[in-house]
């Protein structure tokens, strides 16, 4: 049974940073792209960022360029969203999700996805 389980969200003030992780299990992480995606109140599911399942490609919205670096550690199964600079424009929900055996994608045809952790930025 695959489980991608977020972590991290939380309430901050603007121009603060958190990090988001996200555990996987019962898929084959190494080998799988991972991708961040948000969905903002009364908004569709936006894309954020999106890695390879080595690193060596990286994706991410223009909106979070600079601010945000998404990595990822294959020993531990785990995927992170560093996030830096935070405003209120990046209040939503954050999802993780996995393409298995497939390279990152921009657009939610992502196989797996987790229940989101909740990211609030107050001004």
């Known amino acids: 049974q695959v489980q991608l389980v977020e972590s991290g969200g939380g309430l901050v003030q603007t121009g603060a940073s958190l990090r988001l992780n996200c555990a996987a299990s019962?898929?084959?992480?190494?080998?799988?792209?991972m991708g961040w995606f948000r969905q903002a109140p009364g908004k569709e599911r936006e894309f954020v960022a999106a890695?390879?399942?080595?690193?060596?490609?990286?994706y991410y919205a223009d909106s979070v360029k600079a601010r945000f670096t998404i990595s990822r550690d294959n020993f531990k199964n785990i995927v992170y969203l560093q996030m830096n600079s935070l405003n209120p424009e990046d209040t939503a929900v954050y999802y993780c999700?996995?393409?298995?055996?497939?390279?990152?994608?921009?657009?939610?045809?992502?196989?797996?996805w987790g229940q989101g952790t909740q990211v609030t930025v107050s001004s």
């Open positions: 890695m390879s399942w080595s690193g060596g490609t990286i």
């Open positions: 019962g898929l084959p992480f190494s080998r799988s792209a």
């Open positions: 999700a996995a393409r298995p055996l497939s390279g990152p994608s921009k657009v939610d045809d992502y196989a797996y």
